[in-house]
């Protein structure tokens, strides 16, 4: 069966944002500190949850590949085992909750259907953890696995409840069976232009001018195309997730920092600050190796500060290596590469955006955000492209040679 879906067709557009939903959450869930790198809380399989209800069988798979592959290419583990037991735990639950809810319909409910799907995916991600890891010592870690998965199945199916009642984006998408109905809102006095956000408005002219800024701005729009921006950071990737010093983690965070300041991307440096010090801080919560020092009941640990650190400024750095490498009219070949791009430029588009939700406009907040992002990827993808010049390839060397420099030194 091809995994194909037209990327100019109306259910194409929506996979592409479900996707990009998938890959936000999963850099959501990177910061959540776990004892161990393959632990999935498994917040990404929420848009995956609402899907069940709405794509067929094909378009489905298709949204499961957008997930593993986007979740693979920004978080760098293509090539390590942690890649093999994202695929394995997302594919089985997926399929398991889909076929539960195609069958039993509305007999079993989004908390079923997805604790259903968080234990699964444990399980299989325990039996890999006995192949390659831990062998019979996994029975050691196998009761608070499967807890935690029970546990956070019941949350994410709570929240899928109440958000399917209230959204009135979902309402519309499961109405038209996947069908794209941004024009319906795109009239809607509510998401008009005139009552459209002061930051997104600023955002669609930012991209309108981004031809006609000067100095390195300049360079990067106008002397190096998207594609091969791309596949730089493709070749970057891996010198950043798989350098296994944190002191150099931080050098290339640096680095990727003054390569968007000079691209013209904008910074938010407070909330870029802030957001590290709260990974570190609550990386410390689970306390290993020697301890360094106490504070109150808290043990600081060399082991948890590392792990802290690690996390903490490899996010950062995929951030800023996204606002450079990932432009809004990425191109990659095919039509599943095509929806690809387009869930990656959403995602990048998502992690720019300044989120305020509060306690009374949680669901309404994000329905709304939804809504917005749908509107937004279409008046963005439509900028034109330039083909690299020889001096802009020579910039990218350069780039990659830095970007592996760390290693070196280790």
Not at 8 to 24: Q, V
Not at 140 to 156: H, K, M, N, R, W
Not at 197 to 223: C, M, P, V
Not at 347 to 352: A, K, P, Q, V
């Amino acid at each position: 069966m091809m995994l194909t879906v037209s990327h100019g067709s109306s259910s194409a557009k929506n996979l592409a944002l479900l996707g990009a939903l998938c890959l936000f959450l999963s850099a959501v869930e990177y910061m959540i500190p776990k004892p161990l790198p393959f632990l999935r809380i498994g917040l990404a399989n929420l848009p995956l949850m609402l899907a069940c209800n709405i794509f067929p069988l094909r378009a489905f798979l298709v949204l499961i590949c957008i997930k593993i592959s986007g979740q693979a290419l920004i978080t760098g583990t293509l090539f390590s085992y942690i890649f093999l037991f994202s695929m394995t735990g997302t594919f089985l639950s997926a399929l398991l909750m889909f076929c539960l809810r195609r069958v039993f319909k509305n007999r079993i409910s989004f908390i079923g259907i997805g604790t259903a799907g968080a234990v699964v995916s444990n399980m299989s991600q325990l039996s890999l953890a006995y192949i390659f890891i831990f062998g019979g010592n996994v029975r050691f870690i196998a009761p608070v696995f499967l807890a935690s998965g029970f546990i956070t199945g019941i949350i994410l199916g709570v929240f899928c409840e109440i958000f399917v009642r209230k959204s009135q984006w979902y309402y519309n998408l499961k109405l038209y069976n996947g069908e794209n109905i941004e024009e319906k809102f795109i009239k809607d006095e509510k998401f008009s232009e005139d009552n459209y956000t002061a930051d997104n408005l600023k955002e669609r002219k930012d991209a309108a001018l981004k031809i006609t800024q000067k100095g390195t701005a300049n360079f990067y729009y106008n002397s190096i195309s998207t594609n091969a921006l791309f596949i730089a950071g493709f070749f970057i990737i891996p010198a950043l997730v798989f350098n296994p010093s944190a002191e150099y983690r931080v050098i290339q965070f640096l680095f990727f920092m003054l390569l968007a300041f000079l691209c013209g991307k904008r910074i938010n440096l407070l909330v870029t600050f802030f957001v590290t010090l709260f990974i570190i801080v609550f990386n410390l919560i689970i306390p290993y190796g020697q301890v360094l020092f106490t504070a109150g009941v808290l043990k600081i640990t060399k082991g948890a500060l590392e792990a802290g650190i690690h996390r903490a400024f490899t996010l950062q750095a995929l951030i800023m290596l996204s606002k450079v490498t990932i432009r809004e009219n990425l191109k990659l070949p095919g039509s599943f590469g095509q929806l690809l791009s387009r869930s990656l430029l959403i995602f990048s588009s998502l992690m720019n955006k300044k989120i305020r939700l509060t306690k009374g406009n949680f669901i309404s907040g994000i329905d709304n955000l939804i809504i917005n992002l749908n509107y937004e990827k279409t008046e963005l993808s439509q900028s034109p492209d330039v083909r690299t010049r020889p001096l802009g390839y020579i910039v990218l060397i350069i780039i990659i040679f830095l970007s592996w420099l760390p290693w070196l030194f280790i």
